[in-house]
């Protein structure tokens, strides 16, 4: 399926566990970042829920390094492996990757089911839908089907073009209030599509908009640009730009002396003023 994504965390080489990676397996950071979007990528676009049928040789087959290497991954959290039942499974997969392709696919079609009931519930002679029939799994507990999607918030839907036009929707009602100018193009400014891959930018996004009202940094509203920079948004959370700039002084004058000399500064300018006098009567 052509054009599909996952979220790249930009902070990913640095965390504590790509760096345990390294000491691990001695492979450079670079190695490692790629080795691991292979697996998350490879696992968004075959899973649901992060779990695949899968043996050792032929994860390696699929997304490269050796055993070794998935064993490390596994030691620092980032991979659960079972050999018994020839599995392995992203922990936290949910939290993560819970706009992967198939989960994408399988929550749309979880809509579609939910507004086809409601249709046919309407319809003249129609029965309510029953509610949602309890499955159980061999070994499992039981549970509820899953509930239909809830909506997103307002200017963060799926698609990336409703995304951004939602949010400059967004952005635009709110610039008569003076504290960021209007973005007038049709299409998004440069590090827009940088910003909407970190994840969790969008709900910090959504703090940051708030708080702009509070930040006396700026003396003119800010731009689009500017918010969509590098950190930008963590800046103004962290309350970077709560306080006004400070100003740009010049170099203080030097102080005039002063009109009456008094203490040891008398007696220096005695004896200076004895010294020229003496040396202008030699002269003469």
């Not at 997304?63 to 030691?75: E, H, K, L, N, T």
């Amino acid at each position: 399926m052509a054009g599909e994504w996952i979220a790249y965390d930009i902070g990913l080489p640095d965390k504590p566990e790509v760096q345990e990676l390294i000491d691990l397996t001695g492979d450079p950071v670079e190695v490692i970042v790629f080795r691991l979007l292979r697996l998350w990528g490879w696992s968004a676009m075959n899973t649901a829920d992060g779990r695949a049928r899968m043996t050792i040789p032929r994860l390696v087959r699929t997304c490269g390094a050796d055993a070794a290497f998935w064993q490390a991954v596994a030691a620092v959290g980032w991979l659960e492996i079972d050999e018994t039942d020839a599995t392995v499974a992203i922990p936290g997969w949910d939290r993560r990757f819970s706009q992967a392709a198939k989960s994408r696919l399988q929550q749309a079609d979880r809509a579609t089911s939910y507004e086809d009931k409601r249709r046919r519930a309407g319809s003249p002679g129609a029965q309510a839908p029953e509610a949602p029939a309890l499955k159980r799994g061999r070994g499992e507990e039981r549970r509820e089907e899953d509930p239909p999607p809830r909506e997103a918030a307002p200017w963060k839907p799926e698609s990336p073009e409703e995304t951004w036009k939602a949010f400059r929707a967004a952005w635009n009602t709110g610039a008569a209030a003076g504290n960021r100018r209007e973005w007038k193009p049709a299409t998004p400014p440069d590090g827009w599509s940088d910003r909407l891959v970190e994840i969790g930018w969008g709900d910090k996004a959504e703090e940051a908009v708030k708080r702009l009202k509070t930040c006396r940094y700026f003396e003119t509203p800010v731009t689009l640009v500017q918010f969509v920079g590098p950190r930008f948004v963590d800046l103004c959370l962290g309350g970077q730009y709560d306080a006004a700039k400070a100003k740009k002084g010049g170099r203080e004058p030097e102080k005039a002396p002063p009109a009456v000399w008094t203490g040891d500064d008398a007696q220096r300018f005695e004896a200076t003023k004895r010294k020229l006098v003496e040396s202008l009567k030699e002269k003469s």
